[in-house]
């Protein structure tokens, strides 16, 4: 999985990668058919906001935290992203099971036209 990693009014350094590549490490093996995860971390006004974009099986799925400090917030925003993808993935194999037929019981005139009454 390629996680592509952008900040805005932050230094990126080398520790915020291994901790992003640590928080999200699982989620490669969780969901294999995801390919790309879109990180982007500002700070604005002593807050630090991430959002988190990937697409998932045709649908776009996000999520975003803020916190004053930079680790929470990207791990409100990991565990967000992990329930909306498992929520997807619930409703994907909720889709592939058969749906019940509806069964017209038999009616009773139509037996009884059936049968020889003679």
Same mark, same amino acid.
């Given at each position: 999985m390629k996680i592509n990693l952008s900040g805005h009014h932050v230094d990126l350094s080398d520790t915020v990668k291994e901790h992003v590549d640590e928080k999200f490490s699982k989620l490669a093996s969780h969901f294999p058919t995801l390919i790309a995860l879109d990180i982007i971390i500002s700070k &604005?006004?002593? &807050?630090?906001?991430? &959002?988190? =974009? =990937?697409?998932? &099986?045709? =649908?776009?799925? @996000? *999520?975003? *935290?803020?916190? @004053?400090?930079?680790?929470p917030a990207i791990s409100k925003a990991a565990k967000k992203l992990d329930a909306a993808l498992k929520h997807r993935k619930g409703q994907l194999k909720g889709d592939l099971h058969k749906k019940p037929e509806c069964t017209t019981p038999d009616i009773a005139h139509e037996i009884i036209q059936e049968m020889d009454l003679t």
């Open positions: &604005e006004h002593g &807050e630090y906001d991430i &959002e988190i =974009t =990937t697409q998932y &099986e045709g =649908t776009r799925i @996000s *999520a975003s *935290a803020e916190n @004053s400090v930079m680790y």
